[in-house]
């Protein structure tokens, strides 16, 4: 397997924290959309499932392709999940902000539903089967969830600024997006001809 860096962008050393931030954040999204869908899937939580859970394929991709498998690097591939990344953490956190901010307490059943000042049907035998919970704690739940998709959002705008920069530097100088092949091959036959030389004798 080829180690071949030289097809990897110069990024600063601080990105990869970065990337490690955007790992962690999107953890902490899983946790708190899950805790949202698991008493009403709400479109926000729902969709801040998904990218949080895009998230962590798209930042371990980038981990392990810069620090153990540059083979697989590819910084058109890298720009390419930045901008999903980017337009999804947009669209979640917005609109989970606007459930969050919506929601409100139950305030009346009726024959079938319960209901809200916003006249929300929820079922109400859906709310008997699933667990309690505190009505404060559900609506700050998916405002946590949207303040972190918005800190996604700032990370990703970030990445991908430094990223998109480093690639423009990097083609200027003729640099590739995949792997030079002949790399390892002349790093072979020189190692080759270290090994074959005569031992040099000095006086």
């Not at 959309?33 to 926000?44: I, K, L, P, Q």
């Not at 083609?171 to 005569?198: F, K, S, Y």
Request: a neutral charge; charged letters at 10%; one cysteine or more.
């Amino acid at each position: 397997m080829t180690l071949d860096r030289s097809h990897i962008p110069k990024l600063p050393a601080f990105t990869i924290y970065l990337r490690y931030a955007q790992l962690l954040v999107a953890i902490a999204v899983i946790g708190l959309s899950a805790y949202v869908v698991t008493y009403f899937a709400y479109s926000g939580a729902s969709l801040s499932l998904f990218t949080a859970i895009a998230t962590l394929i798209i930042t371990v991709y980038y981990i392990v392709t810069t620090t153990l498998i540059p083979l697989f690097f590819n910084y058109w591939a890298v720009i390419g999940l930045d901008i999903f990344a980017l337009v999804f953490w947009l669209i979640s956190f917005a609109l989970l902000a606007s459930e969050a901010a919506a929601w409100t307490i139950i305030t009346h059943f009726g024959d079938n539903c319960a209901y809200s000042t916003t006249t929300y049907c929820y079922r109400k035998r859906a709310l008997v089967q699933k667990r309690s919970t505190d009505y404060r704690t559900y609506q700050n739940a998916m405002a946590a969830g949207a303040g972190l998709g918005g800190l996604e959002f700032v990370l990703f705008v970030v990445t991908l600024g430094f990223t998109a920069l480093a690639v423009s530097k990097h083609r200027r100088t003729d640099g590739h997006c995949v792997p030079n092949p002949e790399a390892d091959h002349v790093a072979a036959e020189l190692r080759d001809q270290e090994i074959l030389a005569p031992p040099q004798h000095h006086a």
